[in-house]
């Protein structure tokens, strides 16, 4: 299947059933965390010799959305999911966002106000964990569904790869030259005097700073995972944004950029669209980076997915990857995950976590409880090693 590849689609959003605790110690936390602790760090038993040369006796995560609500971070399908609190909500198309003009103003209006909001969010305690866990050896690499950029920024020496892209960055739909987001915010600001205006009494109000989606609702305000902002009575059609820069000072044979005055786009351009550096949904998969998780599926010898209801395609592939390739698998989400059932059809009554485990508790609480069970261990083996030499 490696030739095929990876379209982003549109969440699977039937309701997911609720999951069976694998082992079924592992619901109280101590329980879980010791099943966790089992299948990090156990002995291998599935792996073959000859699977066993290509295969690092390492953990590859696979995230998602749920990682990154202890962030502030909204995810879609959680007790406070976009999807859960905004039934209507339906995100931009890829083939929307480049052929249409109005699209993207009202795309970059919401992404300019919700900026500062994920340019303010943090990772936190469970990314810290991840650091961690590469730092003792366990993992090998993190493959993240989130676009946050949360993981390269809490661990930089464990590689991560960002399967749907970076909201960090923008970069040009022509050129493909990439742009700093940071940078293009204030662009936007100076384009839009009334939109940044706005943007200021809100964070002024504090209708930016609160974390709770109810609350942000009761405001007139809510926050998408991919960063988005909506603001009711809001005119998007005033928005207003730059294109390519490089394609403007010299459009490709052929192509045209029109500007304004203020050097903002106008409709009838032909290059020189700026996009997200995100996979939006419609859109492939870059394929290095498709390549490069594959790859990372395949020398792996288990796959933990972490805070993801694997709906997207994308995620939901790798772990069915993993699975036909006979790695151990360990899914720690609240709430259902999609075809969970088949994914642990094998496993057997004798399993205490090395086989797999299924977790439903937090990963803010889990994985900090993981790593300082392993850290523990660690330091018995080393002192016993101690007390033998001596
Ligand atoms: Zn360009």
Redesign the pocket.
């Known amino acids: 299947m490696s030739g095929v590849p990876m379209l982003m689609r549109i969440p699977y959003i039937s309701p997911l059933p609720p999951p069976r605790i694998i082992p079924a110690t592992a619901r109280p936390l101590a329980g879980a965390i010791a099943s966790l602790v089992d299948f990090l760090v156990a002995p291998l038993e599935k792996d073959t010799a000859a699977a066993e040369t290509r295969r690092n006796g390492k953990t590859v995560l696979l995230t998602g959305a749920g990682i990154s609500v202890a962030s502030g971070l909204a995810d879609y399908r959680g007790t406070n999911g976009t999807y859960t609190l905004n039934k209507t909500y339906r995100p931009i198309y890829y083939s929307e966002f480049l052929a249409n003009h109005e699209a993207r103003k009202r795309y970059w209006a919401r992404s300019f106000l919700g900026w500062t909001n994920l340019a303010n969010a943090k990772p936190n305690g469970a990314h810290e964990a991840v650091r961690r866990l590469g730092e003792l050896g366990i993992l090998s690499r993190v493959i993240t569904q989130n676009v946050d950029s949360f993981h390269p920024h809490a661990h930089p020496a464990l590689p991560t790869t960002e399967l749907h892209g970076t909201l960090a960055q923008v970069h040009?739909t022509?050129?493909?030259?990439p742009y700093p987001r940071d940078a293009f915010q204030s662009q936007l600001e100076a384009l839009n005097p009334s939109w940044a205006d706005m943007l200021r009494h809100l964070i002024e109000s504090g209708a930016l700073s609160t974390e709770d989606p109810h609350e942000r609702a009761e405001r007139g305000l809510r926050t998408n995972p991919d960063g988005d902002l909506e603001l009711k009575g809001v005119k998007y059609t005033t928005f207003r944004y730059p294109p390519?820069p490089?394609?403007l000072q010299k459009p490709p044979p052929g192509e045209t950029v029109l500007v304004d005055a203020d050097g903002a786009s106008q409709a009838g351009s032909t290059?020189?669209v700026l996009k997200p550096a995100v996979v939006m949904f419609g859109e492939n998969v870059n394929a290095a980076v498709k390549a490069e998780a594959e790859e990372a599926i395949d020398t792996a010898s288990r796959l933990l997915v972490v805070g993801s209801s694997l709906a997207t395609y994308s995620a939901w592939r790798l772990a069915k990857r993993a699975k036909d390739r006979g790695l151990a698998l360990g899914m720690l989400n609240l709430g259902g995950v999609r075809g969970e059932d088949e994914f642990f059809l094998d496993v057997t009554p004798e399993n205490t976590g090395r086989q797999a485990v299924r977790i439903e508790i937090d990963a803010l609480q889990v994985l900090p409880g993981a790593v300082k069970a392993i850290e523990e261990l660690k330091r018995i083996h080393i002192t016993g090693n101690e007390v033998r030499r001596q």
């Not at 022509?174 to 030259?177: D, G, P, Q, S, V």
Request: proline share 0%; hydrophobic share 20%.
């Open positions: 040009c022509t050129c493909k030259t390519c490089a394609c290059a020189g």
